[in-house]
């Protein structure tokens, strides 16, 4: 997902859409419930009679900490104690819980989650707060201006009475709903800005969390797909007569997206589409081995591509008194999600509902319902946790939601079905990070000051075509260069060009987006220009800042602070930095690695981060942690390549590889204290670790790393 | 007809002996704190423990556990997996969660076997637990402390 910036009209739309869901009429049923149903403010509260208060939310939990995170803005408002807190997905409903940052759409993307629900989500807390005092005035007749409420409990010093929020509940429901709660300023924050533990912890680390795949339906079958093993091919014909003679096979059909083998149980549906024979009709596949596609790139990186960033004219390199020159290839990644992609989806007498982690409820909401013709409303989704994600559940086509609707509609009967795919299925199923070439030029002038740059990139689009394609508003993608496009720095006359290449093969957000590559591209070449200038590459990056860039200084420098940085190679270890901005936050970091028999081995990351308001420093620092480590598992393994003839090369972890424990680095994360609005943090970690890594390993062992990953791994 | 234990219980399956042990406990038992990542025994989100030893129950055949005795999260008891699940709270280790299960059982084993272990023994004994959030950091961490609340 694309940047998509917290504007101050992006906050005021929020409001407004707070005022909507604060003043939308509850459901008839609840409003007649009877006495010990939990009081409802509104749309993301529910107070129990027992104290608990329930955060209903409105973005995907993949690991990146959304039920903490927002439960903590309604606590901290609801000067609720974080004992009594709990979470819930709140399922699809376009008009309850939209992402004020996408615009009419519920969805979870672009680390948005804190950012869009800062306001929001402290409105919430601060209008049920406001009816649970309101309600202790009328019970205690007092006023409600001496009423005070501290870590769960409501009191009045004159009179002497206090409560709890549940005993007050049913009489907070009957209070009139605040338009406009007011809400605290930054220095009376008890809860945002502290370590509180996670709210999903204990039932992850006892296996009670319940998943996608957790979910068991009367009467299920559980589905797999054969899907085809080249991108744009299509079913051409198939001979089931063996896949129905496994035990525990019940049907086979054919649906758009392949050929789906539906089994009392998963393994019988595994060993059915083991035995399934399908001809596949190729005439409108991707035929290309990545060899040869990268050949097209490279030729349309030579014709210098739309210019989508300009600055004075960069023909100003032709004076330069040196000219330095680079091209970075990156291939394509899975995102490979510990758990599959799956789906539970039941359709029963004219209406259906779905349970699994959807992280684009309107979108997939839409699609199911087209699929099964149904009106909207007799589809629902319940949002699940989901087993991590890092882009690959947020799907601009639904195809997911669409295959789950297919299974059930070609079933041709009322039914529950679990659709799983395999991790042959992820690994080989597509939705890349886009495989991308960038060619870098820079100019220094006698004295070594930069005086032009040039980036030209060329990879797919992931956004064109898609039905999230208006976010563009006719322009080119910006999420396929983002980050090489707008940087801080004082580089002389710039020039960014993009080159869009076709192919069937899909592609989609991965974990930081365009970062992924614009990061590295960027900063590994930075760092040879400025050695080439004579430059410290801390000290070459500051001096590059203009005075404004105080957050971009103030990262590099923390970083550079509580590294030790000084510029040199010590005790058999290079260092090297890096800094990366995206979605709004700015990181910096510094990795010191050592030889490994010719593969860099990382033994510490320094990271300093600035996200404006650290709402939990606790789930910060966990998303920096496991940030580095997916990068870093990345950067030294991964890519999925393509045989001549258009088949994909890898299959599973074995030539897919994860980082393990025994490569993970030690990692010091630096908080920057911080006023300014919060940003995310899911993703924002990732884009510094490979070009910090790079420069580090180019400082200690003088090899340039133009292509990833380091140590890749071929079938 | 396939008979073991799971978790103390005596349970007989009428399954194919070929079908692994992790869909026996999923589908059949419903034991659902075992996870499914890879199918080939590269990720340890689906171990458990078969006559007190750590195993990848997606590439075990029911077949080879006739008359074993099968452990999953759901049954785990002692001092070291309360010690473990109590240092995974503390810090807060998981993240999406779902290999977590596999990780506190192999975490569990180590500790069952190596009382005060080492980072080396840590990443010997771990390295066959993939955590695609990379709680790494996290999880040696938690080991640690673990192994320094048993020691008392």
């Not at chain 1, 007569?241 to 392949?258: T, W």
Request: aromatic share 6%.
């Amino acid at each position: 997902m694309t940047a998509m910036h917290t504007t101050r009209r992006g906050f005021l739309a929020g409001s407004a859409g707070l005022m909507l869901a604060l003043t939308l009429p509850l459901p008839k049923a609840r409003a007649q419930q009877a006495a010990a149903e939990p009081f409802a403010p509104n749309a993301f509260i529910r107070i129990g009679t027992d104290d608990t208060v329930t955060v209903m939310i409105k973005h995907l939990e993949m690991g990146q900490g959304p039920y903490t995170g927002l439960s903590t803005l309604v606590a901290e408002e609801l000067d609720a104690d974080w004992s009594q807190m709990r979470a819930e997905g709140a399922p699809a409903n376009a008009e309850l819980y939209n992402n004020l940052a996408f615009g009419p759409m519920q969805g979870t993307g672009g680390s948005t989650a804190i950012a869009n629900s800062y306001i929001q989500m402290r409105k919430a807390g601060a209008a049920a707060r406001a009816m649970l005092v309101a309600a202790a005035a009328q019970e205690w007749g007092v006023p409600a201006e001496e009423i005070t409420v501290k870590a769960g409990v409501i009191s009045h010093e004159g009179s002497g009475n206090s409560s709890g929020f549940g005993a007050l509940s049913q009489l907070a429901a009957s209070q009139t709903v605040p338009e406009d709660p007011p809400l605290k300023e930054a220095k009376d924050f008890v809860l945002i800005g502290t370590d509180l533990p996670k709210l999903d912890t204990a039932a992850k680390t006892t296996g009670k969390a319940e998943f996608t795949m957790d979910i068991f339906r009367d009467g299920m079958l559980t589905v797999v797909v054969a899907h085809p093993p080249k991108f744009g091919a299509t079913v051409a014909s198939f001979d089931d007569s063996a896949a129905l003679q496994v035990s525990g096979v019940e049907m086979v059909r054919q649906i758009p997206s392949g050929v789906a083998v539906y089994a009392t149980n998963t393994y019988a549906a595994m060993k059915g589409r083991d035995a399934l024979s399908v001809e596949w009709d190729d005439s409108a596949a991707e035929t290309r081995s990545s060899a040869e596609m990268f050949e097209e790139y490279a030729q349309a990186l030579a014709e210098g591509g739309q210019t989508v960033e300009e600055h004075e004219d960069i023909a100003v390199l032709d004076d330069a008194a040196q000219v330095l020159e680079a091209e970075y290839r990156f291939p394509y990644l899975a995102h490979a999600p510990l758990e599959p992609l799956d789906a539970v989806i039941e359709v029963k007498e004219g209406k259906a509902e779905m349970w699994y982690g959807c992280q684009f409820p309107t979108l997939d909401h839409m699609t199911v319902a087209q699929v099964l013709e149904m009106p909207q409303e007799d589809v629902r989704i319940n949002v699940l946790m989901a087993g991590g994600s890092f882009g690959r559940r947020a799907q601009g086509t639904s195809h997911l939601a669409a295959e789950a609707a297919a299974i059930a509609k070609a079933a041709g009967r009322d039914g529950a079905f679990k659709l799983v795919w395999t991790r042959e299925d992820d690994v080989k199923g597509g939705y890349y990070r886009p495989m991308t070439i960038h060619k870098l030029r820079a100019g220094l002038d006698a004295d070594g000051n930069i005086i032009g740059w040039e980036n030209i990139v060329a990879n797919q689009s992931i956004l064109m075509g898609s039905a999230m394609e208006g976010m563009l508003q006719g322009g080119p993608d910006t999420t396929s260069y983002e980050g090489s496009s707008g940087l801080p720095y004082n580089l002389g006359a710039k020039r960014i060009g993009w080159a869009r290449m076709q192919s069937p093969v899909s592609v989609l957000w991965w974990r930081s987006v365009g970062h992924t590559h614009t990061g590295y591209a960027v900063e590994a070449f930075l760092d040879e220009v400025l050695e080439a200038a004579g430059k410290d590459p801390v000290q070459g990056r500051l001096d590059l800042l203009p005075e404004s860039e105080t957050r971009v200084r103030g990262v590099i420098e923390k970083v550079a602070e509580i590294s030790g940085w000084n510029g040199t190679t010590r005790d058999g270890k290079g260092y090297g930095v890096a800094y990366v901005k995206s979605f709004g936050t700015h990181v910096a970091q510094v990795v010191e690695l050592e030889d490994r028999g010719g593969v860099p081995h990382l033994t510490k990351v320094w990271c300093a981060v600035d996200c404006g308001v650290a709402v939990n420093p606790n789930v910060i620092r966990a998303q920096m942690e496991g940030g580095i480590g997916f990068a870093l598992g990345t950067a030294l393994h991964d890519r999925i390549t393509f045989a001549p003839g258009g088949e994909v090369q890898q299959s599973n972890y074995h030539n897919y590889p994860m980082l393990r424990i025994g490569e993970m680095p030690e990692v010091e994360v630096a908080i920057i204290q911080s006023d300014a609005d919060p940003t995310g943090v899911g993703e924002p970690g990732v884009p510094p670790l490979a070009p910090a890594m790079a420069n580090a390993w180019r400082a200690l062992t003088g090899n340039k790393q133009y292509e990833l990953p380091f140590s890749g791994v071929t079938s | 007809m396939t008979s073991f234990t799971v978790n103390g219980r005596d349970v007989d399956l009428d399954l194919d002996p070929d079908t692994p042990l992790l869909w026996a406990l999923r589908d059949e038992l419903r034991l659902t704190g075992t996870k499914f990542g890879c199918g080939v025994a590269q990720c340890g989100a689906c171990t458990v423990m078969v006559d007190g030893m750590p195993r990848r129950s997606c590439v075990t055949p029911i077949s080879m556990v006739e008359g074993g005795e099968v452990t999953t999260i759901e049954g785990m008891e002692g001092p070291e997996v309360k010690a473990v699940q109590a240092a995974w709270e503390a810090i807060d280790v998981p993240q999406c969660g779902w290999c977590q299960s596999g990780q506190v059982m192999s975490a569990t084993a180590l500790l069952q076997m190596v009382p005060n272990p080492t980072d080396e023994d840590i990443n010997n004994a771990m390295a066959g637990n993939v955590c695609r959030c990379a709680t790494y950091v996290r999880i040696r961490q938690a080991i640690h402390d673990a192994a320094k609340t048993l020691e008392g």
